[in-house]
């Protein structure tokens, strides 16, 4: 031991690594704080993620139950001009039937 240290270096020293000891801990603290809100930020980008899509899957059931509601509409729309259009017919047929009636009741048929 060519040269020893003397208390005073020693001391200085030690306070030299006390400083850079709590300078690390506070980059530490910035640190771990910086983290928790990534991780927050994160969990709420999840849980934003998982209700777009429940929304998503929401929307397609309400365009399939909207889809099956004009079908059914098309159907009783239908249904109403095929009775009417029916309805119609045998009008027609029974104006058709007097007329021939009375047309065969003039000739003497």
Known sequence: MDNPVTHRELEQFKELMESENDRL?????????????LEESIK????????????ADNMENMLKVQEQ????LVQIENRD????????????TAILGAALAIIFAKIGL
């Not at 801990?25 to 809100?37: G, L, T």
């Not at 509601?69 to 059914?72: A, I, P």
């Not at 001009?81 to 027609?92: D, F, I, T």
Request: proline share 0%.
């Open 69 to 72: 509601q004009n079908n059914r």
């Open 25 to 37: 801990k506070e980059e530490n603290d910035r640190q771990n704080h910086r983290i928790n809100n």
């Open 44 to 55: 709420e980008i999840s849980n934003l993620t998982a209700a777009t899509q429940k929304l």
């Open 81 to 92: 001009g095929e009775k009417w259009r029916k309805a119609m017919a045998y009008v027609g």
